[in-house]
């Protein structure tokens, strides 16, 4: 994880360049309002990415990773996953909008190198939209441009089986829409080997 990348410029450029669909420039300028702390916010409380600023750096990972899954010939070949450009930047860059405004700041006391007690700050959940993790995204999305069935379909299934859904239904939404299946093993790798450190 190379701290020193601005990911909120990096992030941009990716979106600008291949999101043109009506309506994503709307969604754009309600990601960089006062309205939303996307570019601020953690993209957990203490698991990967658990900073200022990582939600925005675990977007662009999952972007390089998916990009990076897509280009395999078996992908493209058997599995037949060949999705737009368009569509790989709004289901990775996407996915996690669910976390917007979701957490906050708190302080717990927790003695220092010293061994004083001190006040200190961690992440906690503050969900005042509780619609769930995948579909809240795809929610959020669809509030501002159209999705496909395929990038709403990856978007909502994005946890694969570390979620809370009915593990059938997992299986079956792999089977008829394989980008979900690719979004999940991106943003995995994403999450436990890129930033898990």
């Known amino acids: 994880m190379d701290m020193d990348r601005n990911y909120k410029e990096e992030f941009l450029d990716i979106y600008r360049n291949n999101i043109n669909r009506e309506g994503s420039d709307k969604l754009l300028e309600y990601l960089l309002s006062p309205q939303?702390?996307?570019?601020?916010?953690?993209?957990?409380?203490?698991?990967?990415?658990?900073?200022?600023?990582g939600l925005v750096l675990h977007s662009v990972n999952v972007y390089h990773c998916l990009k990076d899954y897509l280009k395999r010939p078996r992908v493209q070949s058997e599995y037949?996953?060949?999705?737009?450009d368009e569509t790989i930047a709004i289901v990775a860059l996407l996915h996690d909008l669910c976390k917007i405004n979701f957490y906050k700041t708190d302080y717990r006391n927790a003695k220092n190198d010293e061994g004083v007690w001190?006040?200190?700050?961690y992440y906690t959940i503050d969900d005042r939209l509780p619609y769930g993790h995948g579909e809240k995204s795809v929610y959020i999305i669809s509030g501002f441009m159209r999705l496909t069935r395929e990038e709403a379909f990856a978007i909502r299934y994005h946890m694969g089986f570390s979620g809370i859904e009915e593990k059938n239904t997992i299986g079956r939404v792999f089977e008829q829409f394989p980008l979900a299946f690719a979004l999940c093993t991106a943003d995995m790798e994403a999450s436990y080997f890129l930033e898990n450190k």
């Not at 939303?36 to 600023?53: L, Q, T, V």
């Not at 037949?80 to 737009?84: E, F, L, M, Q």
């Open 118 to 121: 001190e006040k200190v700050p």
């Open 80 to 84: 037949k996953i060949n999705p737009s």
């Open 36 to 53: 939303s702390d996307f570019f601020k916010a953690p993209a957990s409380c203490r698991y990967h990415s658990a900073f200022e600023g």
